[in-house]
């Protein structure tokens, strides 16, 4: 490109980055300081390398500093950079999302500022300017919202302001009535089903870390009933029916504590659990020591999961999650809409976020068996070749051929995950469902589905099978064991759904 | 060439090239042919019938660079064991007991890996899709909407650039597949590429 199209970055950034490398530099010194100090001309030997490598730093931020330049166009900003491998990116104004300006202590002292545009991408890194003036990222904020709007009509408020300065007038009104809300029985009932043994594994894990203050080896058992025999009990001379009470007891012990963990850890995370439908979107309020509130835009979820499990669909509970667009908070991919719900209780939610809930003529069809056989057949030598070898080599004898039970219990699994999974696909949604311990099904609208692939493995390209991998943002959803035939009839299907409209009308309010 | 059309419509174009440019490898033709035509009997209900587009055959050039500088890493202990093998042994000739393995196994990522790839690689760019096409033991066929294209880059390494390529990446909201990138491009039509996708994006807006 010509020099001097476009703008380039603050000078000062350069002061910035210098300031940076420094504090890498910290350890790396004081690590030289101690290995010479017994030099004459160690501390002239520490400055000299403190200079060549500000040197470095500066000199190669500088090259890069000359190679980047930002443009702004008239539909997209593009950012050119780097010193060997070039790299144009282009970010239309119309996916910009929000225009960030972060300032850290150093650059607010030289008055500047890192403007990160987001577009909500799947990967976070989208476009950063390290660093221009504040002026140039308010400039450039205020560029990009008016450029929007000028693309786009712009949406009507969602809440009127008044002339005579009352903004809100729905603010005064009662709170109305939550959309889902769970009361302590209900969160009782669901503590019950979240039985936990974590805290054995808590607790082992303490008693592993302090084991040095144990007065005896945690792993000994003869020093677990040589306390025992101390408090003068004798071990031998207890009778069977003593032995089997004790064993008893310790399960129920087991179970007792198992429950009451639920119950706490419920209690903790889910007490005054409260959904509301805001003009904002779904306001999610819940916690007992920790309250949090959250609020997530309707237009932003991508797709619903109906979780349940062994034990508890037999009751008919199930727990509603949605995948969104994760702008809130990047480490929680899909947000706990309703924990601990009936399906009645389920539905309304899910069409509040333009969802529709399966019905029973959507025609379920299972994938094919071969898919999941073949994954079991991969598996199987590694499970023989190890029996065969205690088989041949060592004397345990006929007792080893139990092993064999592996595969066969292996078997049932796939055999059971392969009866769970089905899919279907109507004229607006795809649907999923999978696993036999705790099933799940995933809903997910077909024009929120950003692209699809089809990939084959050499197996499967014998057996003319395939998997559905499908991106959606904020989750992940892949099918396999579909004939190649039909999986490109389906993505053509959806492709022309999709196409039709654009990802920012997808997901704008 | 119709016949061939759907999952994998670069093979009947990878089966020219061998027999065109590869003729030594003329065994894994046939076998390449055999399972291709194995596989393409299961293709009758396929329905994606565009052709696809080769990449630069530069880009075999540049991917074989890139390769053999990875290889120096094994090559050149290879040959500084040789020499010590061939120094302390009394009479002969340098019997290759290191190097030959290795040249081998260069070879093959070298000369061989780059070609397969290449010959298995394709794309399609219609008016509101793009599509790509790679892998030959394990493939992956994946279209991405341009309605749903969040941002786009050309980038340029400094071997690439000699030949005058680019590779074209588009980055989508979605969690799988969130980066896809198409290398090989010919810098210019990355470009074109690019600004036509980044058009309608901006038209599909309004």
């Known amino acids: 490109m010509a020099a001097g199209e476009g703008h380039r970055l603050h000078r000062l950034g350069l002061v910035v980055n210098m300031v940076g490398g420094l504090r890498n530099l910290i350890f790396p010194l004081i690590a030289i300081a101690f290995g010479t100090s017994t030099l004459d001309f160690g501390y002239l030997l520490l400055v000299g390398i403190a200079i060549l490598f500000i040197g470095f730093?500066?000199?190669?931020?500088?090259?890069?500093?000359?190679?980047?330049?930002?443009?702004?166009?008239?539909?997209?900003?593009?950012?050119?950079?780097?010193?060997?491998?070039?790299?144009?990116?282009?970010?239309?104004?119309?996916?910009?999302?929000?225009?960030?300006?972060?300032?850290?202590?150093?650059?607010?002292?030289?008055?500047?500022?890192?403007?990160?545009?987001?577009?909500?991408?799947?990967?976070?890194?989208?476009?950063?300017?390290?660093?221009?003036?504040?002026?140039?990222?308010?400039?450039?904020?205020?560029?990009?919202?008016?450029?929007?709007?000028g693309a786009v009509a712009t949406p009507a408020p969602e809440i009127a302001n008044n002339d005579d300065g009352t903004a809100d007038i729905r603010r005064f009104e009662p709170e109305a009535e939550p959309l889902f809300a769970m009361d302590t029985q209900r969160i009782f009932t669901f503590g019950l089903f979240e039985f936990s043994l974590v805290i054995f594994a808590v607790l082992f894990g303490v008693a592993q870390q302090f084991e040095f203050i144990l007065p005896f080896n945690l792993y000994d058992i003869g020093a677990w009933i040589g306390i025992v025999e101390d408090s003068g009990i004798d071990i031998d001379a207890i009778s069977w029916g003593a032995r089997i009470f004790g064993a008893m007891a310790a399960l129920a012990s087991l179970i007792a504590i198992g429950i009451a963990t639920g119950l706490l850890r419920t209690f903790l995370r889910e007490y005054g659990f409260r959904l509301d439908r805001t003009p904002k979107g779904f306001r999610r309020r819940r916690g007992l020591t920790t309250l949090t509130d959250v609020v997530m835009p309707a237009h932003r979820v991508q797709a619903a999961i109906v979780q349940t499990g062994f034990f508890r669909r037999r009751w008919g509970w199930h727990a509603l999650k949605f995948v969104s667009l994760a702008q809130d908070s990047k480490e929680e991919g899909s947000h706990v809409v309703a924990p601990f719900a009936q399906r009645p209780e389920i539905d309304p939610i899910m069409k509040e976020a333009a969802i529709t809930p399966e019905t029973l003529d959507i025609g379920f069809r299972r994938l094919d068996w071969r898919w999941w056989f073949d994954q079991w057949a991969l598996l199987l030598p590694f499970a023989l070749l190890p029996i065969v070898g205690l088989l041949i080599f060592t004397d345990v004898g006929a007792r080893a051929a139990l092993i064999l039970l592996l595969p066969v219990i292996a078997a049932l699994f796939v055999w059971l995950s392969w009866r769970h999974c089905k899919k279907a696909l109507d004229e607006n949604q795809l649907y999923f469902r999978e696993g036999w311990w705790s099933p799940k099904l995933t809903i997910a609208p077909q024009v929120k589905i950003q692209s699809i692939e089809i990939s084959q493995g050499p197996i499967a390209r014998l057996r003319g099978l395939a998997e559905m991998e499908f991106g959606i943002a904020g989750g992940a959803l892949s099918i396999g064991g579909i004939p190649v035939g039909e999986a490109n009839a389906i993505r053509q299907r959806l492709l022309d759904e999709i196409v039709k409209v654009d990802f920012a009308d997808v997901n704008r309010g | 060439m119709t016949d061939c059309a759907g999952f994998t419509p670069t093979a009947p174009l990878a089966i020219e090239e061998m027999d065109v440019n590869y003729k030594g490898f003329g065994a894994i033709n046939c076998l390449v042919s055999a399972i291709q035509q194995r596989h393409i009997s299961n293709m009758d209900e396929a329905t994606e019938t565009e052709e696809l587009t080769r990449l630069h055959p530069d880009h075999v050039k540049v991917t074989r660079i890139v390769a053999s500088l990875f290889m120096l890493v094994l090559i050149i202990p290879a040959i500084i064991a040789e020499t010590a093998a061939y120094l302390n042994q009394e009479s002969g000739p340098p019997n290759g007991v290191f190097i030959i393995p290795v040249l081998l196994i260069a070879a093959f990522f070298v000369l061989f890996m780059p070609w397969r790839r290449y010959i298995h690689r394709g794309f399609h760019m219609s008016a509101d899709r793009i599509r790509i096409v790679r892998g030959y033991l394990f493939r992956s066929d994946t279209i991405v909407p341009f309605g749903r294209i969040q941002h786009i880059d050309v980038d340029q390494g400094p071997i690439q650039r000699r030949y005058d390529l680019a590779t074209l990446t588009v980055h989508t909201a979605g969690n799988h597949n969130s980066t896809v990138s198409l290398p090989g491009l010919l810098h210019e039509d990355a470009i074109a590429m690019r600004e036509e996708i980044r058009a309608h994006i901006k038209r599909d807006a309004i």
């Open chain 1, 57 to 149: 730093t500066l000199f190669f931020s500088w090259l890069a500093w000359t190679r980047f330049r930002y443009i702004i166009g008239v539909e997209e900003i593009r950012i050119e950079s780097g010193i060997l491998n070039r790299n144009a990116r282009s970010i239309p104004f119309e996916r910009i999302q929000d225009v960030s300006i972060e300032q850290k202590l150093i650059p607010r002292l030289l008055g500047l500022g890192e403007v990160k545009f987001e577009t909500g991408g799947g990967e976070g890194d989208e476009g950063t300017l390290a660093y221009v003036s504040t002026e140039e990222g308010e400039r450039l904020r205020e560029l990009v919202r008016d450029r929007k709007e």
